[in-house]
């Protein structure tokens, strides 16, 4: 701070005044001492107050460019309630000073929930629980953010303290790859999914780790090491079954080669990324407010129609696919006041045969006789025909009764996210079932998790932690219905998304999907799994709402979808990688 403070009397004629300060800025307040926090902040205050007082000199210019979305930010979503309340004195201050402050476009972390959704942090942590607010201050005092992603996973705070490990290790923990590089491959990751939301996260964490900004580019200014990594991004994002052991080839071999602990690291990151963006569209995040998508100068009341396709994790300006939409089609998204989604009024997606006590339309108890039955289906694969289980399995991912199978038209990529692309228009096509690559033949415990921990140590245990919680993490209530074994509908979800991307579990009754999921269930988990670019707060709402499902229930659901696809895109990594090593 001593060094703001003779910048500032020196009438900010130090021509290096805005390049000490700006990466060291907010810094005081990320310790948990609250004495110390107030020490930092009251001198934040006196220094806004002075760059105020000088609001049109150009280098004051430079840092309320600089500093005010965080300002916003920080006045808005943390989970410190010293530092909300002191941001919010400086942000009002500043107003009554004549600075120009902007508006933020989404005060919640989604724009997919039918109620309002609060602010995360207006209220301390009310709508989650307490273990998640000990988990947000953690965050915050480790990146000064609680992203908007973390805050969903709150709604689940034993799966995201074990994400954390998983995603703190991979990013920023012991490994082979530089931090830099780290965060790059995680922008092309995302990218192959549109998800701005990621990518521009990505971004601000690879200029803070002393990234080279002209990467951010675009691909022509990467190393050819990196660049070398596109191919592989691309199968392993949409069609990871084609990846094969001469893949790898000019990755580990040559002037530009990886090790094979390097690779093992780009793989994970490669893969961790895209089932993110999975997981971001499919929840519709909303963008962080310190990011050119989260704030504006206009009135956010004015923001125009359709300002994202549909989904605010894209980040895209744009219409929707429906030509002949119509004012009265319009349901406004509860965030936003702009228009998120269009209801089409002539199909119902609703199951409305069975009836709450208190008269609410649900399925959810006809789920719970479904799944009751579904515990008595005697299964033994020894006693199965291979032609019975050929057919079930078959059955179980066929596409023919879906609502949405493939996109019927190309989605408009902009320009910020198309320089991280090669073969834009590459996506997910169904594998054939006779393709499908068996559990018996490579397996995650058997043969991908020994690999990949002897490759990238500890890796693999925290990954299969992560793996094992997800599966078997319950309640034991679906849709407002209490003391429901939902273990059935979460292996019928797993197994879904893995027969989709072509991994067959041959001890697993494939007769259970069509049994436990409907065809609007199975439509949206399928599209959240290959198709995420292309999701709505329609789908989001409709598609899986017959169950009545809580917004916590669709975070898990979605949670599910994630690693699910995370062990699949593995499999087909490493089991490629373990034959070019056989070599």
Not at 210 to 217: A, E, F, H, I, V
Not at 500 to 512: F, P, V, W
Request: glycine content about 4%; charged content about 25%.
């Amino acid at each position: 701070m001593a060094t703001f403070q003779s910048g500032f009397e020196n009438g900010f004629g130090e021509t290096d005044l805005y390049e000490d300060i700006a990466p060291s800025f907010f810094y005081g307040i990320k310790q948990r001492d609250k004495d110390k926090r107030a020490q930092a902040l009251e001198q934040i205050y006196k220094t806004v107050e002075i760059w105020a007082s000088r609001k049109n000199e150009e280098v004051a210019k430079k840092l309320f460019v600089e500093h005010l979305p965080t300002m916003l930010r920080l006045s808005v979503e943390c989970p410190l309630e010293d530092v909300r309340t002191a941001f919010t004195r400086i942000v009002t201050m500043l107003k009554e000073s004549g600075v120009k402050v902007p508006n933020v476009i989404h005060p919640a972390p989604s724009s997919f929930s039918r109620e309002r959704l609060n602010n995360t942090f207006v209220s301390g942590v009310s709508q989650l629980e307490e273990t998640s607010s000990a988990i947000f201050v953690e965050a915050f005092i480790n990146q000064l953010r609680v992203p908007r992603l973390i805050q969903l996973l709150g709604y689940h705070p034993k799966y995201l303290q074990c994400f954390l490990r998983t995603h703190n290790f991979l990013m920023r923990g012991d490994g082979p790859l530089p931090y830099p590089d780290r965060h790059y491959i995680a922008i092309m990751a995302a990218s192959r999914h549109r998800c701005s939301y990621l990518v521009s996260m990505q971004e601000k964490e690879f200029l803070e780790q002393n990234g080279d900004p002209t990467w951010l580019l675009g691909l022509n200014h990467i190393p050819t090491k990196l660049r070398n990594l596109l191919t592989l991004n691309k199968l392993l994002a949409h069609q990871p079954w084609h990846v094969r052991a001469d893949t790898y080839k000019n990755l580990l071999v040559g002037p530009d080669s990886f090790s094979l602990g390097e690779l093992a690291h780009a793989i994970v990151i490669m893969t961790h990324y895209h089932v993110l963006a999975s997981f971001a569209l499919g929840c519709g995040v909303n963008p962080e407010i310190d990011t050119p998508q989260g704030n504006c100068y206009e009135d956010v009341s004015q923001i125009p129609a359709f300002c994202y396709q549909g989904n605010p994790a894209l980040g895209v300006i744009g219409s929707p696919s429906d030509s002949e939409v119509t004012d009265s089609d319009i349901v406004f998204s509860p965030a936003s006041s702009s228009p998120a989604y269009v209801i089409n009024k002539t199909e119902k997606f609703f199951d409305t045969t069975c009836v709450m006590t208190n008269g609410v339309e649900t399925s959810s108890c006809s789920l719970m006789k479904t799944l009751d039955s579904v515990k008595d289906i005697n299964f033994d694969p020894e006693l199965e025909t291979k032609e019975a289980m050929d057919r079930e399995f078959h059955e179980s991912r066929s596409v023919s009764d879906l609502d949405f199978k493939q996109p019927t038209s190309p989605l408009l990529t902009p320009q910020d996210l198309m320089k991280y692309l090669i073969d834009p228009k590459y996506g997910h096509e169904d594998i054939e079932s006779n393709s499908a690559l068996k559990d018996g033949e490579y397996s995650w415990e058997d043969h991908a998790f020994p690999l990949i921990d002897r490759l990238y140590s500890d890796i693999g245990y925290l990954l299969d932690e992560k793996f094992t919680l997800a599966y078997t993490l319950t309640y034991n209530k679906v849709g407002g219905q209490e003391d429901v074994n939902t273990q059935g509908f979460r292996r019928a979800i797993w197994n879904y998304i893995q027969a989709i991307k072509g991994i067959r579990h041959d001890d697993y009754n494939y007769r259970e999907v069509n049994l436990v999921l409907d065809k609007h269930f199975k439509t949206y988990i399928r599209m959240v799994a290959c198709f995420p670019e292309q999701i709505t707060q329609f789908d989001f709402l409709g598609r899986i709402d017959s169950l009545r499902l809580e917004f916590s229930e669709k975070i898990h659901i979605n949670m599910i979808v994630l690693e699910a696809r995370l062990q699949a895109e593995l499999l087909y990594a490493f089991r490629a990688l373990m034959k070019y090593m056989k070599q």
